[in-house]
């Protein structure tokens, strides 16, 4: 029997070692009966005109997306108060698709604490992002761990991430191994 | 015969004036033979707790979005170098409904350009967003409009939202009124 698969987006692709911190995702993903799949998995992209490639890396995303049971997204601030502008398609993609979306965070403080005041109106609803983020995990029937990574370690730190790990498992009926 | 639901996603909701600014939209679509449906559409919400609130407000934009043929979304740069992250997960809920996204953008430039050097790696395709924005615009069978809004008018100017319109009429066969 095949076993469920969880598409593991976040910024973690734009770090200098994405393929490791791919191969430690998936092998906490093993270890509860599931198969992560890493956005940067698959054959190397031929090289072409940059436009090219942008549309051959989105394709083989897209691929992985549709391929998989459910996503467990990183939504940790990424150059700015919200969470990677990549990660929230996806994880917006799984909402339309129908399929539970898990999502966590290494900043556990308010969105609204991180906004520099602009005259325009900031969310105000106690939550650590943009309320389309956190009602997509909980529309969808995921869940949401909003946790603080030890300082220095936000990249390496697993315990959240393995906390959905954990709740994904439950929720696909995946047979620990 | 009713015209075909364009929902209008972006960060006009956060402006003191995203009454009037969801207005105007509207106009323009409806003169393209389109219903414009702004997210802050509907009944006024009842007072409750925060997340209560938020849940509500997440509620009423997802019913919004299931019951529109297409979304133009706003995605000029908001609060850091990309696109508001509630417009992200929108664009992408369309994404993962199969029907097409429109997208348009205030600032010209490539979103390398506005990122500061932070020893992960930058997109480089020149693309002005990550590349799961404008992926998913082209994936979809939509159009996406790279313009430069004039100086001082990114909230007001409606030049690209305008040829966003344009393209979705066509698009969805609507009649012109």
Redesign the interface.
């Known amino acids: 029997m095949s076993r469920p698969r969880v598409y593991l987006a976040g910024?973690e692709?734009?770090?200098?070692d994405?393929e490791r911190l791919g191969e430690l995702k998936r092998a906490v993903c093993a270890a509860h009966g599931l198969d992560g799949v890493f956005p940067l998995d698959g054959e190397p992209l031929a090289a072409g005109p940059?436009?090219a490639?942008?549309?051959a890396?989105?394709?083989r995303?897209?691929a992985h997306i549709v391929s998989c049971d459910t996503v467990i997204a990183n939504c940790t601030p990424f150059?700015?108060?919200?969470?990677?502008?990549?990660t929230?398609?996806?994880?917006?993609?799984?909402?339309?698709?129908?399929r539970p979306v898990f999502g966590y965070t290494h900043v556990a403080g308010d969105y609204r604490d991180r906004?520099?005041p602009?005259?325009?109106?900031?969310?105000?609803?106690?939550?650590a992002?943009?309320?389309?983020?956190?009602?997509?995990v909980?529309?969808s029937g995921g869940a949401w761990i909003r946790s603080q990574a030890p300082p220095g370690s936000s990249w390496s730190w697993l315990v959240a991430f393995e906390a959905c790990v954990e709740r994904a498992a439950r929720a696909l009926g995946a047979a620990a191994s």
């Open positions: 910024p692709v734009f770090l200098p994405a940059p436009e490639l942008a549309a890396i989105f394709e995303c897209r150059r700015g108060p919200s969470l990677d502008a990549g929230a398609v996806e994880l917006g993609f799984f909402l339309g698709l129908g906004v520099t602009d005259g325009l109106a900031v969310e105000d609803f106690g939550l992002d943009n309320l389309m983020v956190e009602g997509a909980r529309a």
